[in-house]
């Protein structure tokens, strides 16, 4: 099934697509109740929603919101240890990683409160003039469980949807000196969207057990990047599992890929030859993503107000 979370003139509603037509599950309830109550649950009330729908209407006559406008938590994960490399690159340093980028699968943890949708405007991080997008896929888990194994993680996800990491360069490097993680680099915007896709949906595309989507990314209709989830070192299994150890995960949590490889543009940064790179994000860039099976995203990036200062902190 791919569920939605849209405005109507009854506020937030959530709803099964079909065709182009949306079927309403009852007013007053989220998809995130929906998914609170496990994949049978949220099957049943799918199923429900298809066979006696509380309203009907076409999808192309409403504003889509991200499917969980407000999830419990985000973790972004780095799934994909290429893209690291070509980020390294990319900034005049080595491709060699760490040996513990391959002992333990990185995440952070992004904002709840800055979820766009996948038509919202894109606001850039105040400050910045390096706004960057990052290509990714995100799960969203279904149940209540800590200390989960690889398996049982895989069995948690309850559906995939399209994730864009945008990304304040300039500031995540300012950040990144400070070496306790990411902040105000990534604050400005997660976009999901458009819908929630249930694992069932997406069973054509598993090669070898990994879910293999393509990938593309577009930047005013010019491609940015290509490629696939099927290229993942760490799997979501792998990230959830590891994100549990020791802490409670509930009905929501959304887990991302980290960037599909090629589909950002700090990896296209050219040392060798500036002039080849295409430019950070500006006022009125328009930003595609689409990825097979999940639909599509296409958001406006628009200028921020300046942020206010403060002042530095003397030196001892």
Not at 35 to 41: H, L, Q, T, V, W
Not at 105 to 116: H, K, Q
Not at 232 to 239: G, L, P, Q, T, Y
């Amino acid at each position: 099934m791919r569920w939605v979370t849209y405005r109507s003139e009854d506020g937030e509603r959530a709803g099964v697509l079909r065709g182009e037509v949306i079927h309403a599950a009852e007013p007053g309830v989220t998809l995130l109740d929906l998914i609170g109550r496990g994949p049978d649950g949220l099957r049943e009330a799918g199923e429900r929603a298809l066979d006696t729908p509380s309203a009907t209407v076409r999808v192309d006559q409403v504003r889509l919101m991200a499917p969980i406008p407000r999830p419990p938590s985000i973790r972004d994960g780095l799934g994909f240890l290429e893209h690291m490399r070509n980020c390294r690159v990319a900034t005049g340093r080595s491709p060699v990683l760490d040996d513990t980028w391959y002992q333990i699968p990185a995440f952070y943890f992004a904002c709840p409160a800055t979820v766009l949708g996948p038509y919202d405007d894109a606001p850039t991080a105040p400050g910045s003039a390096c706004q960057d997008f990052e290509l990714e896929v995100a799960a969203v888990i279904g149940i209540t469980g800590a200390n989960l194994s690889v398996a049982q993680a895989e069995r948690a996800i309850i559906g995939y949807t399209i994730f864009n990491d945008w990304s304040a360069r300039d500031l995540q490097a300012q950040e990144g000196r400070l070496a306790i993680g990411q902040a105000k680099g990534k604050d400005s915007g997660v976009t999901l969207g458009p819908y929630l896709v249930t694992p069932d949906e997406l069973e054509p595309y598993r090669r070898d057990g990994r879910l293999s989507l393509h990938a593309t990314a577009i930047v005013n209709d010019v491609i940015v990047g290509m490629g696939s989830t099927g290229s993942m070192d760490w799997s979501f299994a792998e990230i959830i599992s590891y994100a549990s150890r020791g802490v409670p995960l509930v009905p929501g949590d959304v887990f991302g890929s980290g960037t599909v490889p090629t589909c950002t543009l700090l990896e296209h940064l050219n040392p060798d030859a500036p002039q080849s790179f295409p430019g950070w994000l500006r006022d009125g860039d328009v930003v595609t993503l689409q990825v097979q099976g999940l639909g599509e995203v296409r958001q406006t990036v628009r200028a921020s107000a300046p942020p206010l200062p403060l002042a530095e902190r003397p030196r001892p």
